[in-house]
């Protein structure tokens, strides 16, 4: 079994260059949509994660998500999910068959995903799952792979983690940080060597 580098270790490492805001693209038109729709659709895999409002009281349930985040290696989309025409081409996108989506912690994306969109995501690919699958005994999580493969340091603000991603007009820091999740799953996705082999994947 390999082990995966502790806190204080990855702390040390030289930072992982982040996605800035001149190659994150904002969603939140059926126009804007579409042209995003037409320039995703020619990837083989993208980087894939959501983020929804934070729930502080017991029992109370979330309506997320309310941001979807693809990614490919160049530049990265945040669907704003409040727009009825842009919820439909965000589900258009995660049914295509072809196209594997690649995240960290993907369970209960893909359970809010039913429920907001109406939609199965397809290609979903847990990036955990294929670390554990190559010796790796716990969840890696995007922090953990980042530090394996490349020896660097994601930074995620704790501040727009728990930030109220439901606001019709998103901060320069949740986009960034939206953005950058989706864009480091992708980063691993192809560091690990699954890009040729995930064509056509399908389940």
């Not at 040390?12 to 939140?28: C, N, Q, W, Y």
């Not at 960290?104 to 199965?120: N, Q």
């Not at 995620?156 to 940080?177: C, D, F």
Request: aromatic residues 8%.
């Amino acid at each position: 079994m390999h082990s995966t580098p502790d806190k204080d270790t990855i702390a040390m490492l030289p930072s992982f260059a982040r996605l800035g805001l001149d190659r994150i693209a904002l969603v939140t038109t059926q126009a804007e949509a579409k042209a995003a729709f037409a320039a995703l659709v020619v990837a083989s895999a993208w980087g894939f994660d959501t983020e929804s409002k934070p729930t502080f009281r017991v029992g109370e349930a979330s309506d997320g998500p309310h941001i979807l985040q693809l990614s490919t290696p160049e530049r990265a989309w945040v669907f704003q999910l409040h727009d009825p025409a842009c919820r439909a081409v965000a589900a258009e996108l995660l049914r295509l068959r072809g196209i594997a989506k690649a995240g960290f912690g993907l369970r209960d994306d893909r359970k809010r995903i039913i429920e907001k969109l109406g939609v199965e995501p397809v290609g979903i690919l847990e990036l955990n799952t294929v670390f554990r699958e190559r010796g790796y005994r716990k969840d890696m999580g995007v922090k953990g792979a980042v530090a394996v493969l490349f020896q660097q340091r994601f930074i995620k603000s704790k501040k727009a983690a728990t930030s109220n991603w439901a606001n019709p007009r998103l901060s320069e820091a949740q986009l960034v940080y939206a953005a950058n999740d989706a864009y480091a799953a992708i980063r691993v996705f192809d560091a690990l060597g699954l890009g040729p082999e995930m064509t056509g994947f399908s389940g």
